[in-house]
């Protein structure tokens, strides 16, 4: 008798799908399933129909919520997130039981007409709807102005060459998948921006209750980034963090170490926190301590000097 088929829900912008057809792919892969048993169903989201800035309608959860609420309904079996995108406190009926290989953690900046952060003019216009990236940009130059600029990769592109901004920034990790590496005009290393908690990462969301799916995904997960994801954003919850509080961390796994790095900065840049910590991680819940811990000591530091979420 053959199987029923397997339904994934994804959203609809050309990264979500190509991170959807991945999975698609590792799972026939994996499990033997022919593509035709392994289903994938486009949802919209409120993040995507949203105009204005996300932390003024709920932050991140505005690109899970209806992937969610059809993963309890049973119309999809699996949904397929970026993992930055996930907020730190789920429902408790689901789990995100595989991450994938993550791939390039770092920013790119972008521009038709500068070469790099530096060749910027005395308050040049930036394009970002990202806190942390205007944080830290405005902790390098302070000189530096902003706009809101969103949608998917290909809009903002447009929108820069259209000329509304003098430059913007974006994920590596999103530009490779979507073969834009071209569009690239320098790579930010990761001692000058720390990226998002998350960042380069894919996971995918699954019913607590699946034990079928958990034995079909368990080849897909990658133990290094597991446990270097679980460490960021459990640094992240210890700071509450959500879309509204720019907040930054890179965990990396050698063997049993990992060592993770963080940072929290007010709106403007003018004042940074950073921590580093390193430990000796075998399971995700050494992992989670670790991070959580560190978020902890750095909230201790914050001591009201950065409002939280406001």
Not at 102 to 111: E, H, L, P, Q, T
Not at 203 to 226: F, K, M, Q, V, Y
Not at 290 to 302: H, N, P, Y
């Amino acid at each position: 008798m053959q199987s029923p088929a397997l339904i994934i829900g994804t959203r609809g912008s050309p990264l979500a799908l190509y991170q959807a057809n991945l999975v698609q792919r590792l799972i026939c892969e994996a499990s033997g399933r022919p593509i035709e048993q392994v289903i994938i169903k486009v949802l919209k989201t409120s993040g995507d129909t949203i105009k204005g800035d996300l932390k003024d309608f709920g932050g991140k959860g505005l690109f899970t919520r209806e992937l969610e609420v059809a993963l309890l309904d049973g119309s999809i079996d699996l949904a397929v997130h970026s993992m930055k995108d996930v907020p730190t406190v789920g429902h408790e009926d689901l789990v995100v039981n595989a991450i994938l290989p993550r791939a390039d953690v770092r920013d790119a900046f972008i521009s038709v007409k500068h070469e790099s952060i530096a060749d910027l003019p005395q308050g040049a216009l930036i394009g970002s709807a990202s806190l942390r990236r205007r944080a830290q940009l405005s902790a390098m130059r302070p000189d530096l102005q902003f706009c809101l600029l969103r949608g998917n990769v290909g809009t903002r592109l447009q929108k820069l060459e259209g000329g509304v901004c003098d430059a913007t920034m974006l994920a590596c990790a999103g530009l490779r998948r979507l073969e834009q590496d071209d569009r690239i005009t320098q790579v930010v290393e990761t001692d000058v921006m720390l990226p998002a908690p998350a960042q380069g990462a894919i996971g995918i969301e699954i019913r607590r209750d699946r034990e079928d799916l958990r034995t079909i995904l368990a080849p897909l997960n990658d133990r290094s980034t597991e446990l270097e994801i679980t460490a960021e954003r459990a640094f992240l919850r210890a700071l509450d963090g959500n879309c509204r509080t720019p907040i930054a961390a890179l965990a990396k796994v050698v063997g049993e170490r990992l060592t993770l790095r963080g940072e929290i900065l007010s709106k403007d840049g003018a004042l940074r926190i950073s921590d580093e910590v390193s430990g000796t991680v075998v399971t995700p819940f050494d992992a989670y301590d670790l991070g959580f811990k560190m978020g902890e000591a750095v909230r201790m530091r914050v001591d009201g000097r950065i409002t939280f979420d406001d």
